[in-house]
């Protein structure tokens, strides 16, 4: 089956500008992270969601980040009046949970990421 | 606190010899670790993972890793090094019932001829 794809893979804005990354995860996959990797560096955690469950909104690094998923498919990620800051890889990860308590069991599998440009 | 440390940024090593890849971990209750590699443009992929069971866990590409509860550590290794597992290698980590990933910083692995 299809891996987890994100779009757009490049997107050059400007400052001050709005932004919405999309992710789509693999089918039947409840459980969906974003992350965010700055050049050179490793994976910055942002966000969770776990099915219907509240996500973990814990990782967002300020109120201009948000992000959306619409039962276990499809979850957009918003970055409000981009800064330069911003700029970064952003990815998304899909897993499955399997049995319950499972999901710590069970690896990430990545899209390929969208790399934001902020002029 | 929970985290992951990767000592080197770059280890380099000639084809054809064996290669290891630190990654030492804190975690509370039993950890779950898993490694995985990130190659020039490409997404990061998985490589293996140790839930429980033999400490030695074999993986994609001829990796493996050995888990090693003193020393808190779980290292990558390869016997034998291609030019083509040169790449980003990232360490990360859960603890108990824990579904967010603590990742380490990654280690440049280049393979020369």
């Known amino acids: 089956g299809a891996g987890v794809s994100q779009s757009p893979s490049n997107k050059v804005t400007e400052k001050g500008k709005d932004v919405e990354l999309r992710c789509d995860p693999i089918s039947g996959h409840t459980a969906l992270y974003w992350y965010r990797q700055r050049l050179g560096q490793g994976l910055e955690f942002l966000i969770y969601?776990?099915?219907?469950?509240?996500?973990?909104k814990s990782g967002l690094p300020s109120d201009r980040f948000s992000a959306e998923r619409t039962g276990e498919s499809v979850s957009t990620l918003t970055i409000q009046r981009t800064q330069q800051e911003d700029s970064a890889v952003y990815l998304c990860a899909s897993s499955s949970t399997g049995v319950p308590g499972a999901v710590a069991y069970n690896e990430q599998f990545f899209g390929p990421g969208t790399r934001l440009t902020v002029l | 606190a929970q985290s992951v440390a990767q000592p080197e940024d770059q280890v380099n090593v000639a084809e054809g010899n064996p290669l290891t890849v630190k990654c030492t971990y804190s975690v509370s209750g039993n950890p779950y670790l898993f490694w995985y590699v990130q190659y020039p443009n490409r997404g990061l992929q998985f490589l293996l993972k140790?839930?429980?069971?033999d400490n030695l866990v074999k993986g994609s590409y001829g990796f493996e890793a050995e888990f090693n509860k003193s020393q808190t550590s779980f290292h990558l290794k390869k016997p034998s090094a291609l030019v083509s597992d040169s790449a980003l290698y990232f360490c990360?980590?859960?603890?108990?019932?824990?579904?967010?990933?603590?990742w380490g910083a990654g280690t440049k692995l280049i393979i020369k001829p």
């Open positions: 969601f776990q099915g219907n469950s509240a996500p973990d």
């Open positions: 140790y839930i429980t069971g």
């Open positions: 990360a980590v859960r603890g108990d019932g824990n579904y967010q990933l603590i």
